[in-house]
């Protein structure tokens, strides 16, 4: 009996152990996703952030070579020259042998030099300043439209998931009002028609909820592409856009005054601007003369006839040169300034154009929060009024003064009421993010924490 009762004890312990494990595996592959989660880890997993990042990287490497070039240099160069027959030059009737046979000659020079004064590298100097800053700001767009694309698919997720609710409780309702359709029939209360009726109401929803189902599925796979992880994981996200519903009004209201200073896009054309006047200035710099220091410390071994070095005898110099060099004419300069001259020119005028679109665009996104924003109010008055002409027309229906179109009709309204107030809090939610793409708000970007 004791062997019984243990043996059975085990079976429930191995059992419980096997359930535990199980549901933890499970788990491991449900991820429960926040806005804030969502947009942390696309950040850290989306390959062109890392590739921006890295730009940033090769930018300051360039940085680095442009100061560099102010430091002194040191090189070192050697010849060895193998004579087998020397030249013979003759002159006024006498020979001179220019060198000895079957011997090597070797030399050796070191030299160092150091730019004294080079406007050309300072000038680059500035310029990869600039371009540094400019691959930050290409970094920072790249999370501005990560951020972006992630926060409208992760509201549609959230819009396909109400969506599939509200019809699968229109799909709830049409079934009661076929039970309660099939009942009167049965008991001679109302007509086949109507019992058709609910029955066609009925069956029409199904390929809608499947429809809407999938709906769900497919946005949650657009969100995970963007973040970046298993398309296998599970992810849930919990809430409805009813939940967004508060902050729309305070929101819409604030939105009026903007201003275009922090626009990605805006701050990059000023940023190739500034590079175009720096090298502008660069090719100017080509006209001013340069001076350079240099020291150079050589030594040299004539005619010898053995490969024993250490036996040569070696001749030493060192001198000390300062250089100028000064441009006199180069057709060329004068040809690259126009042409960059020319290019700041088209700039000039293509920031000018993309300032008015943007500020098109920003005034679209604006007016298109307030529009939803008022709807959303209109829709949810609308909700309460289909709800209370679904229950109105149930009533009659039920004291045989109402009609089966009329109980149709209702639940249509009620279900169409709560797809256009989720849809229109959807669509503020997306003018909302692509208002902070323009404008290049950075509270919706996660800190690194790097």
Same mark, same amino acid.
């Given at each position: ?292 220091? +240099? ?135 997306? +003018? ?19």
């Amino acid at each position: 009996m004791k062997r019984y009762l243990l043996r059975k004890t085990g079976i429930l312990i191995a059992a419980v152990m096997l359930a535990v494990t199980v549901n933890a595996q499970e788990s491991d592959n449900v991820l429960k996703l926040t806005l804030d989660d969502a947009l942390k880890i696309a950040v850290s997993e989306n390959p062109t952030i890392k590739v921006a990042e890295q730009q940033i990287e090769v930018k300051k490497i360039s940085k680095d070579e442009a100061w560099q070039a102010l430091l002194p240099s040191a090189d070192f160069s050697g010849t060895v020259q193998y004579t087998v027959l020397a030249a013979v030059m003759k002159l006024n009737g006498m020979e001179f042998k220019m060198g000895q046979d079957n011997t090597s000659t070797w030399n050796g020079q070191i030299q160092v030099s150091l730019p004294i004064f080079a406007p050309t590298v300072y000038s680059t100097m500035n310029m990869t300043k600039t371009d540094l800053d400019n691959a930050y700001e290409q970094s920072r767009s790249s999370k501005l439209d990560l951020v972006n694309q992630v926060t409208k698919a992760y509201y549609q997720v959230i819009l396909a998931q109400d969506s599939y609710d509200v019809l699968c409780k229109s799909l709830e309702q049409a079934e009661k009002n076929f039970n309660v359709v099939k009942s009167l029939y049965e008991l001679g209360g109302t007509s086949e028609y109507d019992k058709i009726s609910a029955e066609v109401q009925l069956r029409s929803l199904n390929p809608t909820v499947i429809q809407a189902r999938n709906a769900v599925t497919l946005a949650k796979l657009q969100l995970m592409v963007l973040m970046g992880i298993d398309p296998e994981t599970e992810i849930v996200i919990e809430g409805s856009l009813e939940d967004y519903e508060d902050q729309l009004y305070g929101e819409a209201l604030q939105a009026g005054n903007f201003s275009l200073e922090n626009n990605t896009n805006m701050r990059q054309l000023k940023l190739n601007e500034t590079m175009l006047n720096q090298t502008l200035k660069v090719q100017k710099m080509n006209f001013m003369p340069t001076l350079a220091l +240099a020291g150079t410390y050589a030594f040299q071994s004539l005619y010898n006839d053995n490969w024993n070095v250490f036996d040569y005898t070696w001749a030493k110099s060192s001198s000390i040169v300062l250089s100028l060099s000064v441009p006199i004419f180069r057709m060329g300069n004068f040809t690259k300034l126009r042409s960059t001259k020319l290019q700041i020119s088209q700039l000039s005028e293509n920031i000018g154009y993309t300032e008015k679109q943007l500020n098109i665009q920003a005034r679209s996104y604006i007016d298109n929060m307030k529009a939803n924003a008022e709807q959303v109010a209109s829709n949810r008055e609308a909700i309460e009024q289909a709800e209370k002409g679904r229950e109105i027309a149930s009533k009659r229906y039920e004291i045989g003064k109402g009609t089966i179109l009329e109980l149709n009709n209702s639940e249509v309204s009620l279900t169409q009421a709560k797809l256009t107030y989720s849809q229109s809090i959807y669509n503020y939610l997306a +003018a909302k993010a692509d208002l902070d793409k323009v404008l290049g708000n950075e509270d919706n970007i996660p800190v690194s924490e790097n």
